[in-house]
């Protein structure tokens, strides 16, 4: 009898010793590439179903349960209602998975979408007014919902409210009465799928989104806020200062508070200048 086929280069016994942030990255990205992508042109008849359809992902939940790791958590549900859908159509069975189309908004609804996006602005300067922790974890959750190349889920964060650690991040403005979210990407996820080596970029736009989502937030909640960049140096006081693995490295940094300012918007060139190509 043949050995069962390797995950991502392991072995199921490699599986189950490997760091379980490695092994939920593994879980999340195969779930998304060989049940999500593939599940819905099944369900419309555009692809043939195969015997072994989502084998892989329930080998990994088996994995993950025989290893005593928790369940609850919404990306691992996610994971394990892929693996009873795939199992479902495997077996012959019918999904209703009472989901429905996008609809466009209605108007009211279009204004806040536009006075959202068209109405936010890079605010520098802030009142001495604290802002809720509540709301902090609003705008966090906000950036953990923001497109992920593969689903793999490898953004984390640091909170600082500290001026004397808000000094670790070299900025070019001055700094105060605000909250610096520091977003951080785990590379030991991007690490075990070689996502480093083939798609280098995903770990800057993953960044990327997730900091534009946390300003949209921020804007929603009537805070202002700014996105900042960094680069090695603040990288390494950060890993030192927080005691971080070695491989979560910061990305950039968002500074949140009570607007003390009202900027005048930017504006951009003409969208006709812009198309390249149509």
């Not at 599986?15 to 999500?36: G, N, S």
């Not at 693996?83 to 209703?96: H, I, S």
């Not at 909170?159 to 070299?170: M, N, Q, S, Y």
């Not at 960094?230 to 500074?255: A, W």
Request: with cysteine; proline share 5%; charged share 30%.
């Amino acid at each position: 009898m043949s050995e069962p086929a390797k995950i991502h280069g392991f072995t199921e016994e490699e599986l189950m010793e490997v760091d379980p942030v490695v092994l939920r990255a593994i879980l999340h990205e195969r779930t998304h590439h060989t049940i999500e992508v593939m599940m819905y042109r099944i369900m419309v008849g555009k692809l043939g179903i195969s015997k072994s359809f989502g084998d892989t992902a329930e080998r990994l939940i088996d994995i993950w349960k025989a290893r005593g790791l928790p369940t609850d958590a919404p990306d691992i549900q996610w994971c394990l209602n892929y693996v009873g859908f795939a199992r479902m159509l495997r077996t012959g069975g019918e999904l209703d998975l009472g989901t429905e189309l996008p609809e466009p908004f209605t108007e009211d609804e279009m204004k806040t979408v536009d006075k959202l996006i068209y109405g936010r602005r890079s605010i520098r300067q802030f009142r001495d007014e604290p802002v809720p922790d509540e709301m902090i974890d609003k705008i966090l959750h906000a950036g953990l919902y923001a497109p992920h190349g593969c689903n793999v889920g490898c953004t984390r964060y640091l909170i600082l409210r500290d001026p004397v650690e808000w000094k670790l991040v070299r900025s070019d403005i001055p700094i105060e009465n605000c909250v610096m979210i520091v977003v951080l990407q785990d590379m030991r996820m991007y690490k075990a799928l070689k996502f480093d080596e083939y798609v280098p970029q995903n770990l800057y736009y993953d960044a990327a989104a997730a900091a534009d989502h946390i300003c949209l937030m921020a804007h929603a909640l009537g805070l202002g806020g700014c996105w900042l960049t960094h680069g090695e140096e603040t990288q390494r006081r950060l890993r030192e200062h927080f005691g971080l693995h070695e491989e979560i490295v910061s990305r950039n940094h968002i500074i949140v508070g009570w607007s003390d300012e009202a900027p005048i918007k930017s504006q951009r060139m003409k969208l006709e200048e812009a198309i390249l190509n149509r």
